[in-house]
T-cell receptor, first 112, second 116 residues
Framework: DGGITQSPKYLFRKEGQNVTLSCEQN?????MYWYRQDPGQGLRLIYY???????QKGDIAEGYSVSREKKESFPLTVTSAQKNPTAFYLCASSIDLGAGYTFGSGTRLTVV | AQTVTQSQPEMSVQEAETVTLSCTYDTSESNYYLFWYKQPPSRQMILVIR??????QNATENRFSVNFQKAAKSFSLKISDSQLGDTAMYFC?????????????FGIGTKLQVIP
């Protein structure tokens, strides 16, 4: 079955540490997205990529970085510059924005 | 900038009953998409239903239907014959209809509890 796989499901980060969240899709979608979800807030866009080797900052890109070397993969690195990284992170893809997103199952990141 | 407002933080409904979740949005655009997404306790977001603004007919997907009032900028979701599996957060979302990438704006969600 086609879909988006996010790993790990839970991730713990120590202060000053960089961590990478994985997002892989086998839907053959060109566009991929990273969103952050905090309680009481809607989803906020971190980065998006419409095509391989190209990506753009979203609304809250500071402290995050991404790469898009393959169509199937769009990993997100949460750097030590992100001061409040504890949140739920969702990866999504779309073949046509008008058709809506397909989401992964998310990664819960906690700073310890 | 577009805004999406979901004014009901939490709602509950008896199993087999009907419930309506409200969503209003603010835009100066005339052509756009509207979406409802469901996030169950597993936390994977799932697209429930979508509506293109230029279509006057309200979208329907099985037990889910919308009441799209373009002039009032309202996009409510009606769930008929509610089931326990409908328990979830529901997010309304807006996107302009234009070429290239367009930002999707999400509301803050409505938590729906279906009571046996």
């Amino acid at each position: 079955d086609g879909g988006i796989t996010q790993s790990p499901k839970y991730l713990f980060r120590k202060e000053g540490q960089n961590v990478t969240l994985s997002c892989e899709q086998n839907l053959n979608h060109d566009a991929m997205y990273w969103y952050r979800q905090d309680p009481g807030q809607g989803l906020r866009l971190i980065y998006y990529s419409q095509i391989v080797n190209d990506f753009q900052k979203g609304d809250i890109a500071e402290g995050y970085s991404v790469s898009r070397e393959k169509k199937e993969s769009f990993p997100l690195t949460v750097t030590s510059a992100q001061k409040n990284p504890t949140a739920f992170y969702l990866c999504a893809s779309s073949i046509d924005l008008g058709a809506g997103y397909t989401f992964g199952s998310g990664t819960r990141l906690t700073v310890v | 900038a577009q805004t999406v407002t979901q004014s009901q933080p939490e709602m509950s409904v008896q199993e087999a009953e009907t419930v309506t979740l409200s969503c209003t949005y603010d835009t100066s655009e005339s052509n756009y998409y509207l979406f409802w997404y469901k996030q169950p306790p597993s936390r994977q977001m799932i697209l429930v239903i979508r509506q293109e603004a230029y279509k006057q007919q309200n979208a329907t997907e099985n037990r889910f239907s919308v009441n799209f009032q373009k002039a009032a900028k309202s996009f409510s979701l009606k769930i008929s014959d509610s089931q326990l599996g409908d328990t979830a957060m529901y997010f309304c979302a807006f996107m302009k209809h234009s070429g290239g990438y367009q930002k999707v704006t999400f509301g803050i969600g409505t938590k729906l509890q279906v009571i046996p």
